[in-house]
């Protein structure tokens, strides 16, 4: 999700709720302490360079449980941070600690946004030997032809 399509949702909600991939809701009492640009600049296993960038929000929970923040407040926090930061309309990327900080995507189920789970992965397949994937093929599935042919013909 990026920059602009969080506002479009926020804009249409009385309260936020952040889901994360096992279902459960980050507690309501969360802060946003901080939205942030993080750009990450590497070379992939092929010796490629490349350059990332995604905005950056970490969710945080505390003993603060009559805090809660409205979708006018985070809209406001989002536009301050466009704006000192220079953010462009981004891919955002959220930090939230359960056993260890971990990083999610985010998505919207036209309620909750939902912290989705992120994978690694080889950006450069083709440079550094790792075979194509082949396409699998479940043997039902396969069609079969049936032969109109007479055995006694010699097309079989």
Same mark, same amino acid.
């Given at each position: 999700?990026?920059?602009? #399509?969080?506002?479009? @949702?926020? &804009?249409? +909600?009385?309260?936020?709720?952040?889901? *994360?991939?096992?279902?459960?809701?980050?507690?309501?009492?969360?802060?946003?302490?901080?939205?942030?640009?993080?750009?990450?600049?590497?070379?992939?296993?092929?010796?490629?360079?490349?350059?990332?960038?995604?905005?950056?929000?970490?969710?945080?929970?505390?003993?603060?449980?009559d805090h809660r923040?409205?979708? #006018?407040?985070?809209? @406001?926090? &989002?536009? +301050?941070?466009?704006?000192?930061?220079? *953010?462009e309309d981004l891919?955002?990327?959220?930090?939230?600690?359960?056993?260890?900080?971990g990083k999610f995507?985010?998505?919207?189920?036209?309620?909750?946004?939902?912290?989705?789970?992120?994978?690694?992965?080889?950006?450069?397949?083709?440079?550094?030997?790792?075979?194509?994937?082949?396409?699998?093929?479940?043997?039902?599935?396969?069609?079969?032809?049936?032969?109109?042919?007479?055995?006694?013909?010699?097309?079989?």
């Amino acid at each position: 999700m990026k920059l602009s #399509e969080i506002k479009k @949702h926020l &804009i249409h +909600l009385e309260k936020i709720a952040f889901k *994360l991939p096992n279902g459960e809701l980050v507690p309501r009492h969360f802060h946003v302490t901080e939205i942030g640009k993080v750009t990450k600049k590497f070379i992939d296993c092929g010796g490629t360079l490349r350059n990332e960038q995604v905005a950056n929000f970490q969710l945080w929970n505390a003993d603060d449980y009559d805090h809660r923040l409205n979708p #006018e407040k985070l809209i @406001h926090i &989002i536009e +301050l941070s466009e704006k000192v930061l220079e *953010l462009e309309d981004l891919d955002i990327e959220v930090e939230y600690q359960g056993e260890t900080i971990g990083k999610f995507g985010l998505d919207f189920d036209g309620t909750n946004f939902v912290l989705t789970n992120k994978q690694t992965d080889c950006l450069a397949k083709d440079n550094c030997g790792i075979p194509e994937e082949k396409s699998k093929s479940n043997l039902t599935e396969l069609q079969t032809t049936k032969t109109t042919c007479n055995p006694k013909s010699g097309c079989c």
